[in-house]
């Protein structure tokens, strides 16, 4: 068996202090778990949670920071998800709270956090966001969370604020942020990774992992899975907003096949 990971998205519905919230969080609450069990039926490795139906997001900085239900319903949620399907966790918290997400994390009992931007300064929607990934592994030490900082590079969405170097970004975020593996993705949301800015990527970094963020279909995995450690996958299982099972079922047989194949 591989020992790459298949790791699905739940899109959370607007929380309480958005401005899209409809007026029941049990109603986000019942629509996470539909779309974290189908997730779990159709095969992937591990599941991921974030606040996507938060937009416009706050930057998740000392200065922006995302109001405290955003942690309180991505703990609450995250554990029941684990809970109902019984597989490892994973938070991200838009638009860059990382410490809210390892907060989040600590209490769901979740494996790994994304974190945007975790070193360098890039110009976004939410304006200009920096890295802070000192107070990030302080704030991970401080909890004594045997947690996993998954971090992007060139992130989506954004655009660096002084031209840089993709493979030397990528070495700065390996060696340099306490990062324990890379994410590339495509411009935006669904979309795919160049597959060789990817293998570029891993060149350049060697054997530290490189996982796919944005953009993995049954189309494109054929050229895109043999080169990555893992992939996080959303916009592709969803129909209709939702995750369908059977989306989720051909991608997860695509790659285990590609797996056998190597």
């Known amino acids: 068996m591989s020992d790459k990971r298949l790791l699905g998205v739940v899109h959370l519905d607007a929380l309480p202090s958005s401005a899209a919230f409809r007026g029941s ?10 779309d974290a069990r189908a997730l779990a039926a159709g095969g992937v490795d591990g599941v991921v949670v974030e606040n996507f139906g938060d937009a416009p997001f706050h930057r998740g900085d000392r200065d922006d920071p995302v109001w405290p239900d955003v942690p309180a319903a991505l703990a609450v949620i995250g554990r029941e998800v684990r809970n109902a399907t019984r597989l490892p966790l994973g938070i991200n918290c838009l638009r860059n709270d990382g410490i809210a997400a390892i907060g989040a994390a600590v209490i769901a009992g979740a494996q790994w956090v994304r974190i945007n931007v975790l070193t ?42 002084a031209p840089i170097d993709p493979a030397t970004a990528a070495r700065d975020v390996a060696s340099r942020s306490g990062a324990d593996g890379l994410i590339v993705s495509g411009a935006r949301t669904g979309e795919a990774v160049d597959a060789g800015f990817l293998r570029e990527i891993g060149a350049a970094v060697g054997d530290f992992p490189v996982w796919i963020g944005s953009g993995l279909t049954v189309a494109n995995a054929a050229e895109l899975w043999p080169c990555c450690a893992g992939a996080i996958v959303g916009t592709a299982f969803k129909r209709g907003g939702r995750v369908v099972e059977s989306a989720v079922a051909q991608l997860r047989s695509e790659i285990d096949r590609l797996d056998a194949l190597h």
């Open 25 to 34: 969080f049990d109603a986000v609450l019942e629509a996470a778990l539909e």
């Open 120 to 161: 360098g300064s890039y110009v976004t929607d939410q304006g200009r966001i920096d890295g802070d990934a000192a107070r990030v592994a302080e704030y991970r030490r401080a909890c004594g969370a045997e947690i996993e900082l998954l971090a992007d590079v060139l992130v989506k969405h954004a655009a660096p604020l």
